[in-house]
Structures are given as C-alpha cells and as structure tokens.
C-alpha cells in the first residue's frame, strides 16, 4: 500500500462519533503494529486490549476438536476487535489472528469500560456493530455449508482486497484452505480456475486482484448482502471524515 494511501484509512466507528467523545476515546488509545500472523487474543481467555484497526484486517477463527480451524468472521478499519465488551462481557468468544499487517487504535479493556459509562454515542454505534457482527456470523455459517468452494473463496478475496485497501496481499493455498475449512487441493483447483479467467494473479503467495467486477459475479450473495447490512446500520466511510479525523489527531 502506497504512504498516501495509508495517510486516509482509519476506523470508521471512531469516524462517527462526535467529536468530543471521539477524542476523548483516542486519548485512551495507542497506535499499534498488526504482525502477519499474532494472536491477539484466545477463546474464552479475557481480553487485555481492544482493538480499531485502521489497516490490516483481523479475523475471528473458531475451532473444533480434531478439525482444522474455520474462520467465521473478518474485522477491517469497519470495526472492532471486542465489541462484545458493549454486553459487559470480557470473556473472548472466539480467536482472533492478525491475518493482513496494518495498524490499530488499541485501548486497554478498563479504560474502555470506563468510556462506556459517560459516552452514549460511543455505546450506541457499538451496539450496532455488535448487532452487526451477529448477522455476518450467522450468514458465515450458512455460506459454509451452502456455498461451493469457488464462490466461498472469491468472497474471501473481496472480503480481504476491502480491508487490506489494496489490490496485492499476501496468502498462501494452505492458509485459504485453513480459513474456508476446506482441503488445500480445493483451494488449488478453484483459484486455478479464477487466474485462468483473469479473475486474480497468484504467484508465491502473492495473490493480485485483476478484475473486481468479475470476482463480484463469481461471488455467493454474501459478500453483497454483508455490505448492505452494514451500510443500513452504519453507513459507508468517507475519504474526507477519514482525513478530518487523521488531522484532528496526528497521522500515526
């Protein structure tokens, strides 16, 4: 990703705060680093941090005995790594793997807690992206078992080209075939397949994005279906709110 184009991506749920709690949130918080790969938290542990990502994406993985891991959920600079905290719960739900590098607003669990007492607006959107967050877990579980691999596997793609803003990322056939719940062999064959049609280019991991328009159509209704639940709730972010809040704060 290019420096200018890191300079205006930032969280969106701090975006829509007013500005009197949205500063008073960022005072709590720290600009972090997410490494290609870190645990940031662990089913049924407590949580330490809370995490806006800004770029990089996080995702929810949760794990069965003798299975490999499925991921449920993808968290970009959209959300929020934690939002069950809203309900008053500390315990995580589910692991969270730092699955596309970037940065993140990270704000310790007390403090967070403390900002839910006297911040309404802040307790408000949060609630809408917990509300959210349940309806794209729930239609995860439904594209798993309805949805073939190809269609599951451009969604991903999407998914990902939204939170990494940015065409090129990296992703081994192991690593989707871990994420979708599927044999890599699977995984070969369908994105075989896509760099056939000129869909994606895939070389050594680096996978690149070449035609979003025909991804979409070889997508399930998912991915679209995700979006517009979250636009209904919490509209869509804006280059210059991201701007306004990057120079009310300092870039990172």
């Known amino acids: ?30 600009v972090v680093e997410l490494q290609f790969g870190i645990v940031l938290c662990e089913h049924n542990q407590e949580y330490r941090h809370l995490y806006f990502p800004m770029s990089g994406f996080i995702s929810l993985v949760t794990k069965l005995s003798g299975h490999k891991p499925l991921e449920m959920c993808v968290i970009g600079n959209e959300g929020m790594l934690g939002v069950t ?29 403390q900002l839910l007492r006297h911040c309404p607006h ?56 871990d994420m979708l719940g599927v ?23 680096k996978i690149s994005i070449t035609d979003r328009t025909a991804l979409k159509r070889a997508s399930c209704e998912c991915y679209q279906s995700a979006i517009d639940e979250y636009q209904r709730l919490l509209g869509k972010p804006t280059p210059d709110s991201a701007r306004r809040l990057l120079t009310e704060q300092g870039t990172p």
């Open 1 to 30: 990703m290019s420096t200018h184009a890191e300079s205006t991506i930032t969280n969106h749920l701090i975006e829509l705060l007013p500005a009197q709690e949205r500063l008073l949130l960022l005072r709590h918080c720290e």
């Open 85 to 113: 905290m809203v309900l008053g719960l500390s315990n995580v739900p589910m692991q969270a793997v730092v699955q596309g590098k970037g940065t993140a607003w990270r704000i310790d669990v007390g403090e967070l807690q």
């Open 122 to 177: 802040l307790r408000k959107i949060l609630s809408q992206y917990l509300f959210v967050l349940m309806v794209q877990l729930s239609q995860s579980a439904a594209c798993a078992h309805f949805h073939e691999i190809d269609q599951r596997l451009a969604r991903w793609l999407l998914m990902s080209q939204d939170r990494a803003h940015s065409n090129e990322f990296h992703l081994t056939h192991q690593f989707l075939a």
């Open 183 to 205: 044999r890599r062999s699977g995984v070969t064959v369908a994105a075989g397949l896509m760099q056939q049609h000129e869909l994606i280019q895939y070389s050594r991991g």
